[in-house]
């Protein structure tokens, strides 16, 4: 998305004091921000399908049934963690469940309600391939980080991830399409 100011001969934009235009500084640091994710998001999807023949996306889901009580999540509950469409998530679900990673269950207290479930196959997918992701985010990002640098990052992208989270009811969530 370019964020640069339209040029002044533009047709129809409206004047520059209308808008709040990024400075140089911030246009710098938010294109090496969109730079950098895009190609730690790569590096990861790379590694993740060398080793195990998943997308990051996957591997997360796997993480959050792995981590979840009895292994398993309600549907709505992983596609707001994972913060992706349902659709998106029956998706992968049918893809990790043809992998016989994961499984489906029917809610018994919601007939509409389902289930995703880490099987063993699963959860033995994961743990063999848990150590290579880490060492991947390791290199990629903490190794390159002072602590102090590592503790601001985390406490930048938790502000920002609060910012962008809503709270008001009938908010477009992705989880909720």
């Excluded at 040029?7 to 209308?18: D, G, I, K, L, R």
């Excluded at 959050?64 to 998706?91: F, W, Y």
Aim: overall charge positive.
């Amino acid at each position: 998305m370019n964020t640069a100011p339209a040029p002044a001969s533009a047709p129809h934009s409206a004047p520059a004091e209308a808008h709040r235009w990024l400075t140089a500084e911030e246009q710098r640091v938010w294109r090496s921000y969109l730079h950098a994710t895009t190609l730690l998001e790569d590096h990861l999807d790379r590694q993740l399908q060398r080793d195990a023949g998943m997308p990051h996306i996957y591997y997360g889901l796997l993480v959050q049934l792995a981590e979840a009580p009895r292994r398993r999540l309600r549907m709505t509950e992983l596609a707001m963690n994972a913060k992706i469409t349902r659709s998106r998530l029956s998706h992968a679900i049918a893809r990790l469940e043809k992998n016989g990673w994961v499984r489906r269950e029917d809610c018994p207290s919601d007939k509409r309600g389902q289930f995703a479930v880490l099987t063993d196959q699963g959860y033995d997918v994961l743990r063999r391939t848990a150590p290579g992701h880490v060492a991947a985010v390791r290199q990629a990002l903490f190794d390159r980080l002072t602590p102090e640098q590592q503790k601001s990052l985390g406490e930048i992208m938790q502000m920002v991830a609060e910012g962008l989270q809503p709270n008001e009811a009938g908010a477009d969530l992705p989880w909720l399409r």
